[in-house]
């Protein structure tokens, strides 16, 4: 099986699982379920090193998300 596939199929069972924990755990905070989506993407992703011909703005995009999130966290935890 080709990396990338095994990239897809492994991404497609961590969010699956995830999702399925979260539910149990009566998870209804968006920013849970983005941080959650960002770390196992970044985590795969250098993982598989799957060959890529463009830049990755989906990593990019899902770091930036993430550094925002985790920056709200912490601006009302201080304030």
Do not use: H
Not at 15 to 26: D, K, R, Y
Not at 64 to 75: C, E, K, L
């Amino acid at each position: 099986m080709e990396r990338s596939y095994q990239f897809i199929f492994a991404l497609m069972v961590l969010m699956f699982a995830s999702i399925v924990v979260l539910e149990l755990e009566n998870v209804t905070d968006l920013g849970v379920y983005l941080t959650v989506f960002a770390f196992e993407y970044i985590v795969l992703d250098e993982m598989f090193k799957v060959r890529k011909i463009a830049f990755d703005f989906l990593k990019l995009a899902l770091f930036v998300i993430f550094v925002y999130i985790v920056a709200i966290r912490i601006i009302n935890i201080l304030v």
